[in-house]
């Protein structure tokens, strides 16, 4: 059964960092694109970062340069190290893997910045 797992998720201050991670099982991460949403009660899921299985990495704009987004072949897992964290990136963060027709969502994990 092929499943994507997110983890990672808490609690940090303002400024801190967190890193969440995006474990596949049943199957090897590389083959697909790997892409981070995020989602707030009441909004829609927003992309934060893209992984092509090639390696082609794309932000969104408020991302770029606080958050990035890797690839451990070996761990077969994805990740999203996020820095310098504000209260707006308070959310439930997704990942989804696609590959051809296929599409699959992780559970989520939650990410709160608060003091």
């Known amino acids: 059964q092929v499943q994507f797992v997110e983890s990672g998720g808490g609690l940090v201050q303002p400024g801190g960092s967190l890193r969440v991670s995006c474990a596949a099982s049943?199957?090897?991460?590389?083959?697909?694109?790997v892409t981070w949403y995020r989602q707030t009660p009441g909004n829609q899921r927003e992309l934060v970062a893209a992984?092509?299985?090639?390696?082609?990495?794309n932000y969104a704009d408020y991302a770029k340069g606080r958050f990035t987004i890797s690839r451990d072949n070996a761990k077969n897992t994805v990740y999203l190290q996020m820095n310098n964290l504000k209260p707006d990136d308070t959310a439930v963060y997704y990942c989804?893997?696609?590959?051809?027709?296929?599409?699959?969502w992780g559970q989520g994990t939650q990410v709160t910045v608060s003091t």
């Open positions: 989804f893997a696609t590959r051809g027709g296929e599409g699959y």
């Open positions: 049943g199957t090897i991460i590389s083959i697909y694109a």
């Open positions: 992984i092509s299985s090639g390696g082609r990495i």
